[in-house]
């Protein structure tokens, strides 16, 4: 595939699936809405992990088996960390939501271009749409820095422990988190040779 792919054919990449987007070809069109967004926002792969305090994941995106034993599809990646401890935006864009109920708790949506990034079992409150925790407060259509501390690590939400629910939405559709942060790590790599 021509490095600079056209937007429809990553739009493909995209509808086929976690599988194929793990692989080479679907890498190169990653960069791809990245780029788009690099007119108003940091470069993508200046994002930064949204943990601070990490202790290790605890909870793959896809199929895991539920409480109740049946399996039941995690959006998501989880991450633990020790409770009250910071989080910080992935990648600079604005509050599109602050959600607060039972199963992600209270939570955080982010938009970055194309890309939503969700937040869930946060400490605080998420009254009245709005988060509030300690001096911290997010609304809807704040703008929020790449690496801003826009939350604390809490046990909100559906969760035995402490942990953030990370969650990423590109157009509307379910990204595997991980691989978001291994593409990171390989554009890192590849900036970091000579
Ligand atoms: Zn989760």
């Given at each position: 595939m021509p490095s600079g792919c056209s937007r429809p054919v990553f739009?493909?990449?995209v509808a086929v699936g976690a599988a194929l987007f793990a692989s080479g070809i679907a890498a190169s069109g990653f960069a791809q809405p990245m780029g788009q967004a690099r007119r108003v926002q940091n470069p993508w792969h200046l994002g930064v992990f949204p943990v601070t305090v990490f202790s290790g994941y605890?909870?793959?995106f896809g199929g895991r088996t539920g409480p109740w034993g049946a399996i039941e599809p995690h959006y998501g990646l989880d991450i633990a960390a020790p409770l009250g401890s910071p989080i910080r935006n992935w990648w600079g864009?604005?509050?599109k939501e602050v959600i607060h109920d039972g199963r992600c708790g209270v939570g955080l949506v982010i938009q970055s271009g194309p890309y939503e990034h969700i937040y869930c079992h946060l400490l605080g409150?998420?009254?009245?749409g709005i988060y509030r925790s300690g001096g911290l407060q997010l609304q809807p259509?704040?703008?929020v820095r790449t690496g801003q501390l826009i939350a604390r690590v809490g046990m909100s939400g559906r969760t035995t422990g402490?942990?953030?629910?990370w969650?990423?939405?590109?157009?509307?559709q379910w990204l595997d988190p991980a691989l978001i942060l291994r593409a990171m790590a390989r554009s890192r790599g590849a900036a970091a040779r000579p």
């Open positions: 739009q493909r990449i605890t909870s793959s864009g604005t509050v409150s998420g009254a009245d259509g704040q703008r402490p942990h953030l629910h969650g990423m939405r590109y157009g509307g």
